[in-house]
């Protein structure tokens, strides 16, 4: 009997229409966790190179963690990974809520999607059961609609995860929208083309499983003990959410300004904060499955000059993108911008920085007014703002090229062009500059799915949050490059097991190391799990989709940052002067990778890490 988790995944091929129970082997749960761990397992297994991302038999999963459904703390994730209509490399994407418990209290851990429906259908997943039904009269609406119309039609108490127009239209940059108004979004890489291409609409779930645990009074005895802590030591997310570090991000010279080019920008980093604008909008908290943190908070606005707003407060990453990178001031505008991208099911990150590198292409005279539709685009008009986000989303004129993501535009529009693309692998970079803390430049450079944060969230050490079980007590010089590469190695190893787990990363705000991870780890599978054993397979996850891209024609040519990080310093602020010498670390990390000068795994460390198998075409 397993523990923690099933064992089992549903296998849909919708073109067929045909369900089927997949098992999966105790022992590759040990090995690969689940998620995204499992996920590369059975997808590079499943790898052929000449299938495009939005071709109907290229294979998607969606899953819950190992320990997503169970109590301990954040155990809520839901993971969508497969190869990235964005990108075309490895791909994933993950959401929080209370999607993810759903789907394992059906009784399986994930779902593994292929082919293309005939027309649209939706999957509804009860315990024990699967069913494809037609979804041709939601075809069209928005994901709000979409999670309102569902709920309706199947259970109230049900959970939905839907793609809305932007999906619909295959659009590269489309999000997945998990449970409506909520709006927790799998936003990057592009999955809602994905499930688009496969006429896929929504997945609703609802189960009344219990997930077994093997010893539930110890680990319940465990989690009561850590929570205060954790409260404490995430005291200021608690009370802002993620925005309320907005100021602070700015003071370290960290925040993006008119897409990168700026250095400081106080007043108006103030202008849109969290700690100034939640106080006059808030509505509610709100936390995901199993989580003490509680960082959602819902807002609302009424009779704005954009319109009114009735959902959760824009995240850190959409302030960022929408304001400071777009010059704009105006948080109602974010708050506005914040919920259409949800509705219309599209990543803020991805679509703010495309609006952002058209301004500065027609700063440059790359691109004309005329071009865009007789459209000014200034930093900072709002006019400009909402009217490149609807071309975008609609694939209207400029738009449908902007949607592409940078790299493809900048391909398009010309070499000029290229100077203004803020990616890595054709994924646009998430707002934290790697000019202010050099240790993401690295990581950038090296991240499995493109220009990820998450992949290391090594800033925060840079930002005085300690990782002892680890050796990071105090802060490092955030701007040197010495020990830089071995700090991006470790971090990596031990993110690479947050979305396999089903954990959240701000278990790390809350002071939660890899120890205690691996303990509640033993509590809830009967494992004799240490702190070694959890971060090897950490290193192993990482190289098994560093493998998945090398098949795709992935190495250390694609090892860089966008011109401008490596060769143009911000102006003023904190970070001022500051270029990451991205060479001498990338050489330094290799070596700690054990792999060779193009970063390719060597076969040794891959034999070492038990992934030899994936040396095999």
């Known amino acids: 009997m397993n523990f923690g988790f099933w064992g089992f995944m549903w ?310 993108g929408f304001g400071a990178n777009l010059l704009n001031a105006n948080y109602e505008l974010i708050a506005v911008a914040n919920e259409r991208c949800n509705r219309y099911g599209i990543d803020t990150i991805s679509a703010s920085s495309a609006i952002a590198f058209a301004m500065e292409c027609c700063q440059r005279g790359v691109l004309r007014p005329e071009d865009l539709g007789g459209v000014e685009p200034r930093f900072g008009d709002p006019k400009a703002i909402l009217t490149l986000l609807h071309k975008i989303a609609n694939g209207e004129g400029i738009g449908e090229i902007l949607g592409r993501g940078t790299r493809e535009a900048a391909r398009i529009l010309g070499p000029l062009a290229h100077e203004f693309r803020t990616d890595v692998k054709g994924l646009e970079m998430a707002y934290h500059d790697p000019r202010a803390f050099t240790c993401m430049a690295v990581n950038y450079a090296t991240a499995n799915r493109g220009a990820c944060h998450l992949e290391s969230l090594s800033y925060f050490l840079g930002r005085g949050i300690p990782l002892p079980d680890m050796g990071y007590y105090e802060p490092p010089d955030p701007h040197a490059d010495e020990g830089k590469a071995k700090i991006a190695f470790d971090l990596q190893n031990f993110m690479a097991v947050f979305n396999p787990l089903g954990l959240c990363k701000f278990l790390m705000i809350g002071r939660v190391g890899p120890s205690q991870i691996a303990k509640w780890l033993e509590l809830a599978t009967g494992w004799e799990v240490d702190q070694g054993e959890l971060l090897q397979v950490g290193e192993r996850l990482f190289n098994l989709k560093r493998m998945y891209n090398c098949r795709l024609g992935v190495s250390r040519k694609d090892d860089s940052l966008p011109p401008r990080f490596l060769t143009h310093p911000r102006p003023d602020g904190r970070a001022k002067g500051v270029l990451p010498h991205l060479g001498k670390m990338l050489s330094q990390y290799y070596e700690l990778r054990g792999w060779d000068r193009e970063g390719i795994p060597t076969k040794e460390r891959l034999v070492e890490l038990g992934l030899s198998w994936s040396l095999e075409p």
């Open 11 to 320: 296998d849909v091929d919708l073109a067929r229409r045909e369900v089927r129970l997949l098992e999966v082997p105790p022992e590759d749960a040990r090995k690969y966790f689940g998620g995204s761990g499992l996920g590369a397992k059975i997808l590079l297994e499943m790898l052929d190179g000449g299938l495009g991302p939005l071709e109907p038999d290229s294979p998607l999963i969606i899953a819950g963690g190992l320990l997503t459904g169970t109590k301990v703390p954040t155990a809520c994730r839901t993971v969508i990974c497969g190869r990235s209509p964005l990108t075309g490399i490895w791909g994933e994407s993950t959401a929080g809520g209370f999607f993810g418990a759903a789907l394992k209290s059906t009784g399986v851990d994930g779902l593994l999607i292929r082919g293309k429906a005939e027309n649209p259908v939706y999957l509804l997943i009860t315990d024990g059961r699967v069913e494809i039904r037609d979804a041709s009269h939601l075809w069209g609406l928005d994901t709000f609609e979409t999670d309102e119309a569902l709920k309706r039609e199947t259970d109230r108490r049900a959970f939905v995860c839907a793609i809305g127009p932007c999906g619909e239209r295959l659009i590269p940059m489309a999000s997945v929208i998990f449970e409506g108004r909520h709006a927790r979004a799998a936003g990057r890489c592009g999955f809602g083309a994905s499930m688009g291409s496969k006429n896929l609409k929504a997945i609703v779930v609802r189960g009344r499983k219990r997930i077994p645990i093997r010893h539930p009074e110890a680990l319940i005895a465990s989690v009561k003990g850590s929570i205060p802590s954790i409260q404490k030591s995430a005291k200021s997310l608690m009370t802002f959410g993620t925005p309320g570090g907005v100021e602070a991000v700015e003071a370290h010279g960290d925040l993006p300004i008119a897409n990168w080019t700026g250095g400081s920008w106080p007043e108006g980093a103030k202008a849109i904060s969290g700690r100034t604008n939640l106080p006059k909008y808030f509505s509610g908290h709100y936390a995901c499955f199993a989580c003490p943190i509680r960082c959602g908070k819902s807002i609302r606005i009424e009779g704005g000059p954009f319109g009114d707003v009735l959902s959760h407060q824009p995240e850190y990453e959409t302030i960022a």
